[in-house]
């Protein structure tokens, strides 16, 4: 007996050191057929929650920059607003009205720069249509080229989150025209 007890801890010493070299409790499924389901389940939770964490960071990236641009786009906006009430009046010459006026339609150029805006490859502001920009001018005329659809990432098990915009509903939301 005492022979097979000192085998027996050998035996279990051997893999006892094998485990703390390889990192491993299992090395093959018949050493614990249960706990090898459970590993592999583990396994598949844990790449799931790096593809989610990949998707968010694209995510968070994205709708930082359409931030940015919808903060340049107030800002212009704005610009815009004092460029036409300081324009207004009597005792406004029209040298300073054309000057005005250049000043919106060089502002209006710049918002339409805005809502084309291109994010690693992509269009910000067009909906679902994300490689076609948002508008294009025809004749003379800026026109919508998008959809009022959204792209959406799932960042989260059953949470998805918008990473394209309806540009048009941005420019113009329930007004008859848009900016």
Same mark, same amino acid.
């Given at each position: ?6 085998e ?27 706990g090898m389901q ?8 844990i !790449? ?7 998707t968010?960071d694209?995510?968070a990236?994205?709708? /930082?920059?359409?931030d940015?641009?919808?903060? /340049?786009m ?7 607003i ?7 009046? /009597?005792n ?12 919106v ?21 067009? !909906?679902?249509?994300?490689t076609?920009?948002a508008?294009?001018?025809?004749? !003379?005329?800026?026109?919508?080229? !998008?959809?009022?659809?959204t792209v ?17 509903g941005i ?7 848009d900016?």
């Amino acid at each position: 007996d005492g022979l097979s007890a000192i085998e027996s801890a050998a035996n279990q010493m051997a893999l006892a050191r094998q485990q703390v070299v390889t990192g491993r409790r299992i090395s093959v499924a018949s050493d614990d057929p249960l706990g090898m389901q459970q590993a592999i389940g583990e396994h598949a939770t844990i !790449g799931a929650i790096d593809a989610y964490t990949q998707t968010r960071d694209s995510a968070a990236a994205r709708l /930082s920059a359409a931030d940015s641009v919808l903060n /340049s786009m107030l800002d212009k906006l704005s610009a815009a607003i004092v460029a036409a009430t300081d324009a207004r009046g /009597s005792n406004v010459d029209p040298a300073a009205r054309a000057a005005a006026s250049a000043a919106v339609r060089g502002l209006q150029q710049s918002l339409a720069g805005d809502l084309n805006t291109k994010f690693n490859g992509t269009y910000l502001f067009s !909906g679902t249509q994300s490689t076609t920009a948002a508008y294009a001018s025809v004749g !003379g005329v800026w026109t919508y080229q !998008g959809d009022a659809s959204t792209v959406q990432l799932e960042v989260e098990q059953g949470r998805l989150i918008s990473v394209t915009f309806d540009g048009q509903g941005i420019a113009q939301g329930s007004d008859p025209t848009d900016v």
